[in-house]
């Protein structure tokens, strides 16, 4: 059984930084490219930034609102994905997926979720 | 970024309704849209990918339809458990984007 476990979320200032983890099992994670996906309470979801494999050569794309704040990193070793989060904003409260992409007869879709961290920045 | 619009952002229905919900891209997508259906409190669960193929365990009520720019998720005959939120994603190119939900509620 597929299964994406996040952490390390919590309360944190504006301007602070904080590191999400996401541990993976039941697959090869080193296969899979995979995504963070964050909503804020009670809206809608947004696609913040990708984490590719060693074929597509560990490259990273992100979203405009992150771009330049947040990282997205991966250790093949342990099966995790990582999110660190720098300069802070309250616009950046929301709960946190670690999402796994499938591709299917050339197409591509998130067909595994986590069931959040939740990030909380607020003085 | 290609911006995807869904539409109603919310619609009353009855058991055993049929529903369709749309999502207009800012550009043509070809057939990269998928649907997922979210409960509450619930991670996001995905329905349809590359705009009709339905996802292996989910029920044949749902199907999907369109390319190009319009697409429409289809539910047959609404069932209680399929009173959640909808949502639409563009998967054409990197940046994907959803579309803003739409929330089935009983009527």
């Known amino acids: 059984e597929v299964q994406l476990v996040e952490s390390g979320g919590g309360l944190v200032q504006p301007g602070g930084s904080l590191k999400l983890s996401c541990v993976a099992s039941?697959?090869?994670?080193?296969?899979?490219?995979m995504d963070w996906v964050r909503q804020a309470p009670g809206k809608g979801l947004e696609w913040i930034g990708r984490?590719?494999?060693?074929?597509?050569?560990?490259?990273?794309e992100y979203a405009a609102s992150v771009r330049g704040r947040f990282t997205i990193s991966r250790d093949d070793s342990k099966s995790s994905l990582y999110l660190q989060m720098n300069s802070l904003e309250v616009e950046d409260t929301a709960l946190y997926y670690c999402?796994?992409?499938?591709?299917?007869?050339?197409?591509?879709?998130?067909?595994?979720w986590g069931q959040g961290t939740l990030v909380t920045v607020s003085a | 970024d290609i911006q995807v619009t869904q539409s109603p952002s919310s619609l009353s229905a009855s058991v055993r309704d049929r529903v369709t919900i749309t999502c207009r891209a800012s550009?043509?997508?070809?057939?990269?849209l998928n649907w997922y259906q979210q409960r509450p409190g619930k991670a996001p669960r995905l329905l349809i990918y590359?705009?009709?193929s339905l996802q292996s365990g989910v029920p044949s009520r749902f199907s999907g339809s369109g390319s190009g720019t319009d697409f429409t998720l289809t539910i047959s005959s609404l069932q209680p458990e399929d009173f959640a939120t909808y949502f639409c994603?563009?998967?054409?190119?990197?940046?994907?984007?959803f579309g803003q939900g739409t929330k089935v509620e009983i009527k």
């Open positions: 550009q043509s997508i070809g057939n990269s």
């Open positions: 999402v796994r992409l499938h591709e299917s007869s050339g197409y591509y879709y998130s067909d595994s």
């Open positions: 039941g697959f090869t994670f080193s296969d899979h490219i």
């Open positions: 994603q563009q998967a054409y190119i990197t940046r994907w984007a």
């Open positions: 590359g705009a009709s």
């Open positions: 984490g590719r494999n060693k074929v597509k050569s560990y490259t990273t």
